[in-house]
């Protein structure tokens, strides 16, 4: 293994159990790992934050490898393993999708990672990787946006929600998003939205949503709220239209009835369908996804929101200010 001088241990949070925001334990004497065949040891310097952590802390997604939360993080190689490392060096800006972000050192395998690109702002590539990697498979893979489609996008002031907006205005959709706060819907119009919903006061959003759409629907939805648009979701989309359900912040969604979908021959792309890592699994699918992701970001100008840094010793305040929705764009923590 080649390494520069690397402590014995770190700190990080960690839980043993599943359940609420606090079985995540703030540690300052937790082991470094070593890297493994293939993989790589970066230094964390931010650490993404997003819903799907909050699946794994109550048991949605299993248990987390080492009880260590975190899907995404930017930070500077330390040491290399043995075997293949795609010409990552130590030394090399990165950011890496893989799990146990939420500590000062990560060992990640080097098929995902990625040199960050020199003008990329420290911190926008955490703030980037996952929301933004959704974003751009859903409106170019799951679903692929055309000029003058009508979208709806669901919590459009998320961070999934803000990407969602710019790059649906840049392929020249017109966007409806709900959002449940005047702040919110400012902030999603700002991003692009032509129309927003606010979902805590509209008592008839199906309604709206013709309204706005001339009687016609919407050609897609984007949906990561679950359970509670189910319904809303099956009756604003059109006729040949595709429902796509990438989170579930306020449940599983039941099941749909497939004659509900027949009924206007809609396509239902489930959570396991949308799933981010069915279209980024190899090396050359993430490093294809990752360079348009930066070129959104460097040359179409894409707005990355990052609504706070925390220190990674107050994550539980982090957890409840995000399944409380007090949040609005993408959440950091700083090991």
């Known amino acids: 293994m080649s390494s520069v001088s690397v402590p014995k241990t770190m700190k990080g949070v960690q839980m043993k159990n599943i359940g609420g925001p606090e079985v995540l334990q703030y540690k300052t004497d937790l082991p470094v ?76 395998p080097a098929a995902a990672t990625y040199v960050v690109p020199s003008d990329v702002k420290p911190g926008v590539a955490a703030a980037a990787l996952l929301q933004g990697l959704t974003a751009l498979t859903l409106t170019h893979r799951i679903y692929q946006v055309k000029k003058g489609d009508w979208v709806l996008v669901h919590a459009a002031a998320g961070g999934v929600g803000l990407w969602l907006c710019q790059l649906l205005k840049g392929l020249g959709a017109k966007t409806i998003g709900t959002a449940s706060t005047a702040e919110k819907i400012k902030l999603a119009k700002e991003n692009g939205a032509d129309f927003v919903i606010n979902y805590s006061e509209e008592k008839d959003l199906v309604k709206r949503v013709e309204e706005i759409t001339g009687g016609q629907g919407v050609n897609v939805v984007y949906d990561s709220i679950g359970k509670d648009q189910t319904e809303n979701n099956i009756n604003v989309v059109a006729k040949h239209g595709t429902i796509v359900t990438y989170g579930a912040a306020s449940g599983i969604p039941p099941p749909i009835s497939p004659a509900k979908l027949a009924a206007k021959n809609v396509r239902f792309v489930g959570p396991g369908e949308s799933a981010l890592m069915r279209y980024v699994g190899t090396r050359q699918e993430f490093e294809k996804w990752c360079t348009k992701l930066f070129d959104t970001i460097t040359k179409d100008k894409v707005n990355v929101r990052i609504h706070d840094t925390y220190p990674l010793s107050e994550i539980v305040r982090v957890h409840k200010d995000l399944e409380g929705r007090k949040t609005t764009g993408k959440v950091l923590v700083k090991p």
Not at 40 to 66: C, E, H, Q, T
Not at 77 to 89: E, I, Q
């Open 33 to 108: 790992p070593v890297p493994r065949g293939g993989e790589v040891l970066v230094k964390n310097d931010f650490s993404g934050v997003n819903y799907v952590d909050v699946y794994w802390r109550i048991g949605m997604m299993g248990f987390a490898p080492g009880g260590i939360l975190g899907r995404e993080a930017e930070g500077t190689v330390l040491a290399v393993g043995p075997g293949s490392v795609n010409d990552l060096k130590i030394g090399d800006r990165v950011v890496w999708l893989a799990m146990g972000g939420y500590a000062e050192y990560t060992a990640v």
